[in-house]
């Protein structure tokens, strides 16, 4: 199967994570940490892509073109999230009906209700707590599998949740189909199909979480499962109208926790989808109070 014929919707879903692995890999070259496209040259990144990830120069020239966006807006400040970005095919991570839209600034529909969050979002959360490789990092809302893909740039210790069973089984399906093709960095990623109100007790404590659903407080257990020194960003406030927030959690001498809060928005308010809440195996409601 070609990695860019993944459907939405959840039979046709299901049956193509169902389908057996492509023969051969369509990656050229193995992942390497250290290798890094070129940045400041449209032509150049295409061509490196081209060469050692062999994907379409269709889709590596709309990358580009809204990485350049992402600088202007300060979306993304440093080199590591900079490649994080440029490495990561978000074309496989919408569903096919939004494949010419995969680069646009907005979120987009992935089906059960939800969206993938836009890349301006995305990087903004990413390079706000900036994982370094071996930290280890929780992500509540795995959703496509976009945010955990670009965050496998960053570290090899990564967690993920997602609540909605067939959504989560769906992307484990992409993720499969991207693995066996040649994108060995997914293999880190550990996910789970469950409520991430209550974190992953299992991996605790982490040095950095991320939260891409809304919710009106800071669940206890994700800012006990938080290392001290570690930040959280999360989309904090009523539905439709969160403020995504800069948690840093620190230790004082005499052993007490303080917490500090920052917008990493100043002041606008950005539009996520409900945290949701998992009650005998159904979701049922919100965790907002
Ligand atoms: C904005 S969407 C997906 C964002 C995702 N990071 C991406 O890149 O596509 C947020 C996701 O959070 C999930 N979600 C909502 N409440 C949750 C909960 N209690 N535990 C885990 N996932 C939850 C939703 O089902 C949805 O898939």
Same mark, same amino acid.
């Given at each position: =199967?070609?990695?860019?014929? +993944?459907? /939405?919707?959840?039979?046709?879903?299901?049956?193509? /994570?169902? &389908?057996?692995?492509?023969?051969? /890999?369509?990656?050229?070259?193995? *992942?390497?940490?250290?290798?890094?496209?070129?940045?400041?040259?449209?032509?150049?990144?295409?061509?490196? =892509?081209?060469?050692?990830?062999?994907?379409?120069?269709? *889709?590596?020239?709309?990358?580009?073109?809204?990485? &350049?966006?992402?600088?202007?807006?300060?979306?993304?400040?440093?080199?590591? @999230?900079?490649?994080? *970005?440029?490495?990561?095919?978000?074309?496989? +991570?919408?569903?096919?009906?939004? &494949?010419?839209?995969?680069?646009?600034?907005?979120?987009?529909?992935?089906?059960?209700?939800?969206?993938?969050?836009?890349?301006?979002?995305? =990087?903004?959360?990413?390079?706000?707590?900036?994982?370094?490789?071996?930290?280890?990092?929780?992500?509540?809302?795995?959703?496509?599998? *976009? #945010?955990?893909?670009?965050?496998? @740039? &960053?570290?090899?210790?990564?967690?993920?949740?997602?609540?909605? %069973?067939?959504?989560?089984?769906?992307?484990?399906?992409?993720?499969?189909?991207? $693995?066996?093709?040649? !994108?060995?960095? !997914?293999?880190?990623?550990?996910? %789970? @199909?469950?409520?991430?109100?209550?974190?992953?007790?299992? +991996?605790?404590?982490?040095? %950095?979480?991320?939260?891409?659903?809304?919710?009106?407080?800071?669940?206890?257990?994700?800012?006990? #499962?938080?290392?001290?020194?570690?930040?959280?960003?999360?989309?904090?406030?009523?539905?439709?109208?969160?403020?995504?927030?800069?948690?840093?959690?620190?230790?004082? /001498?005499?052993?007490? +926790?303080?917490?500090?809060?920052?917008?990493? !928005?100043?002041?606008? $308010?950005? @539009?996520?989808?409900?945290?949701?809440?998992?009650?005998?195996? %159904? $979701?049922?409601?919100?965790?907002?109070?």
């Amino acid at each position: =199967m070609d990695r860019r014929t +993944f459907v /939405a919707g959840a039979t046709a879903a299901l049956a193509a /994570a169902a &389908l057996p692995p492509p023969a051969s /890999a369509v990656v050229p070259k193995p *992942y390497d940490w250290n290798a890094t496209p070129p940045m400041d040259d449209r032509q150049a990144f295409i061509d490196w =892509m081209v060469a050692n990830r062999g994907e379409d120069p269709l *889709y590596l020239g709309q990358r580009y073109d809204r990485f &350049l966006q992402l600088i202007a807006h300060n979306d993304v400040w440093n080199d590591r @999230n900079k490649r994080a *970005y440029l490495m990561t095919p978000r074309e496989d +991570f919408v569903t096919k009906p939004n &494949l010419s839209r995969a680069y646009e600034w907005h979120y987009l529909d992935i089906g059960y209700g939800v969206s993938i969050t836009g890349p301006h979002t995305v =990087m903004r959360m990413t390079n706000t707590i900036d994982p370094q490789k071996g930290e280890r990092v929780l992500e509540v809302g795995t959703g496509s599998g *976009y #945010q955990s893909a670009v965050l496998a @740039n &960053l570290t090899d210790q990564l967690h993920t949740i997602e609540i909605i %069973k067939p959504l989560y089984e769906r992307t484990g399906g992409v993720y499969a189909d991207l $693995i066996a093709q040649g !994108y060995t960095e !997914y293999q880190a990623i550990q996910r %789970k @199909n469950d409520d991430g109100y209550y974190g992953w007790e299992e +991996f605790a404590p982490f040095d %950095k979480i991320i939260v891409t659903c809304g919710i009106d407080h800071v669940p206890p257990p994700l800012l006990q #499962q938080l290392k001290p020194g570690g930040v959280m960003v999360i989309p904090i406030g009523p539905p439709g109208a969160q403020h995504v927030l800069r948690i840093d959690k620190t230790q004082q /001498a005499d052993g007490r +926790f303080t917490i500090a809060r920052s917008d990493i !928005y100043h002041g606008s $308010i950005v @539009n996520f989808v409900p945290f949701t809440k998992l009650v005998e195996g %159904k $979701i049922v409601g919100t965790h907002s109070n």
